[in-house]
């Protein structure tokens, strides 16, 4: 299984917003860090701002920070809320062409790993993955 570009993206930016709490960040300055495209990353901001856990503020001195508390973020909710599906094998879409679906013992075992996997995730919030901003290789202000 493997999570989209889109997913850790936005596991990425709500990090980074985590660990400046204390101020607003900026989209120039996570795309610099990451080295993320901007286009991708404005993206993930309108995903993440209208699931309701980024807030953006705007004007000349504007810029993002969390809507809610990193122990209030779960990281299972985050990645449902971005991940399209966790259609891991063809017969899991709907328009399924494999001969063997109704009969089939794998689908039943895969379905059961995504719901450990989620339930794992269930497990943690965005305060367990907090970093110091200086963690991010940022100069801060002295």
């Known amino acids: 299984m493997r999570l989209t570009n889109f997913t850790d993206y936005a596991l990425r930016l709500l990090m980074f917003a985590a660990a400046h709490e204390d101020r607003l960040i900026t989209i120039e300055?996570?795309?610099?860090?990451?080295?993320?495209?901007?286009?991708?990353?404005?993206?993930?901001?309108?995903?993440?701002?209208?699931?309701?856990?980024?807030?953006?503020?705007?004007?000349?001195?504007g810029g993002l920070?969390?809507?809610?508390?990193?122990?209030?973020?779960?990281?299972?909710?985050?990645?449902?809320?971005?991940?399209?599906?966790?259609?891991?094998?063809?017969?899991?879409?709907?328009?399924?062409?494999?001969?063997?679906?109704?009969?089939c013992r794998l689908a039943p075992i895969l379905r059961e790993g995504i719901s450990a996997f989620n339930t794992v995730l269930d497990k943690y919030t965005l305060a367990d993955l907090m970093l110091r901003p200086r963690d991010f290789g940022m100069r801060t202000a002295a």
């Open 29 to 61: 300055e996570v795309t610099e860090v990451y080295k993320i495209s901007r286009g991708h990353l404005m993206k993930v901001t309108n995903s993440l701002t209208r699931a309701g856990y980024l807030k953006a503020v705007r004007g000349r001195s």
């Open 65 to 103: 920070k969390l809507a809610k508390s990193p122990r209030k973020i779960r990281l299972g909710d985050v990645v449902r809320a971005t991940e399209p599906d966790f259609a891991l094998v063809e017969c899991f879409g709907a328009e399924s062409q494999c001969r063997i679906t109704r009969c």
